[in-house]
C-alpha cells in the first residue's frame, strides 16, 4: 500500500512530499497511521520475524522452499506462497552462485570404466553408490583443492580431503576417510569423472582391494555426476564466494565447520524432502546397519 511505503521511508523523506508524488492526501497518511494495527498485519510481522531468523540460521542460504520446511518443522503453520511473497517484500533472498572452474584433466592413458552410474540418482539403501569429485577453494597462499566422497543415498559428504595439489593422494584420502566412517561392503558402485587421479592405478586398487564397481562419467560431461556437481555449487554459493581465505589453514577450518556442522548435519536437502542429510538417515535407521562414526 502506498501508506505503507510513505511509513517505511518517512525518516528520510518529507511526508508530504512523499503524498504528493504517490497522489494521496496528507491527512489520509494521519489517519492511517491511528488505526490500529489488523491482526493479519501482527501475524506478518511476526512471521517475518522467524523467517529473518531462519534465513540467518542458514548463512543466509534458505530460499522460500526451504524457509518454509524450517518452519513447518517448528510447528509454524503458513503456506509455502505466504513465506514466498513475504520474503519479496522484506527483499530476503539466497545467496547467488558463480561459475566453476574446471579441474578435470582426462588426457591420460589409464584405462577409463564405463559408466555404470548412467545418471540415476537414487539410491534405495546407504553405501550403495558413491560419487567423487575434486573442486578447487581461493586463498592468498594459492589453491586449495578439496577432494569428497558423497553418499548418494542421503547425500552426506561421507569422505573429504584438503590440500595444496591434485596429485592422487588427496581423493586417496577423501576415500579412506569415507571406508573408515562407513565401513561399505563388497559390490559398491563408486562413480567419478575420468580424471586422472581416479582412472590412476593407486586409486583404482584402492577400490579393487574393496572389491567396488568402477563407474566414469563421459568425456567433459558434468552433468553424469550431478550431485556431487550440486553439493559444490552450494559449497561455494553459500559460503566460499563470500570468503576472502588468507591462508589455506583459515580456509580448511571453515570448510570442514560448514560440512560437517551445517551441511551434513543441518542445512535442508530438497531431494530429502528438506531433511538435512544426517536427518534423512536417522529417519530410515535402524531399518539399514551404517556405520556413522564421525571423521
Known amino acids: ?119 540415476q540418482f537414487q539410491a534405495e539403501l546407504p553405501n550403495t ?46 576415500l579412506k576417510m569415507a571406508l573408515t566412517t562407513r565401513q561399505p561392503q563388497p559390490g559398491l558402485l563408486h562413480h567419478s569423472d575420468r580424471g586422472s587421479q581416479y582412472a590412476g592405478s593407486a586409486y583404482q586398487q584402492l577400490m579393487a582391494a574393496y572389491r567396488f564397481q568402477s563407474s566414469m562419467s563421459g568425456t567433459g560431461n558434468c552433468f553424469d555426476n550431478a550431485p556431487v556437481e550440486s553439493f559444490f555449487g552450494t559449497l561455494k554459493r553459500e559460503l566460499v564466494q563470500f570468503r576472502s581465505y588468507q591462508t589455506r589453514r583459515e580456509a580448511r577450518l571453515d570448510i570442514f565447520e560448514y560440512i560437517e556442522g551445517f551441511y551434513n548435519t543441518r542445512r535442508r536437502h530438497s531431494a530429502l524432502g528438506y531433511l538435512s542429510p544426517l536427518d534423512f538417515e536417522g529417519s530410515k535407521i535402524p531399518l539399514f546397519s551404517v556405520s556413522t562414526k564421525s571423521g
Open 129 to 174: 553408490k558413491w560419487l567423487s569429485d575434486i573442486t578447487y577453494i581461493p586463498t592468498t597462499n594459492g589453491w586449495l583443492y578439496l577432494a569428497v566422497v558423497l553418499d548418494l543415498f542421503s547425500r552426506r559428504i561421507v569422505g573429504w580431503a584438503m590440500e595444496a595439489h591434485m596429485h592422487s593422494s588427496l581423493p586417496i584420502r577423501a
Open 1 to 119: 500500500m502506498k501508506y505503507e511505503l510513505i511509513g517505511r521511508y518517512r525518516s528520510r523523506f518529507p511526508i508530504r512530499r512523499m503524498c504528493e508524488l504517490l497522489s494521496v492526501s496528507a491527512s489520509g497518511f494521519y489517519a492511517h497511521q491511528k488505526r490500529p494495527m489488523s491482526q493479519r498485519t501482527r501475524d506478518n510481522q511476526e512471521l517475518v520475524r522467524h523467517i529473518r531468523r531462519v534465513h540467518q540460521e542458514s548463512r543466509q542460504t534458505y530460499g522460500s522452499p526451504r524457509v518454509h520446511a524450517q518452519l513447518r518443522a517448528e510447528g509454524q503453520c503458513c503456506s509455502l506462497n505466504r513465506i514466498a511473497r513475504l520474503m519479496k517484500k522484506h527483499h530476503i533472498q539466497a545467496r547467488r552462485r558463480k561459475k566453476r572452474r574446471k579441474t578435470t584433466n582426462s588426457q591420460h592413458g589409464y584405462p577409463i570404466a564405463p559408466n555404470l552410474l548412467q545418471r
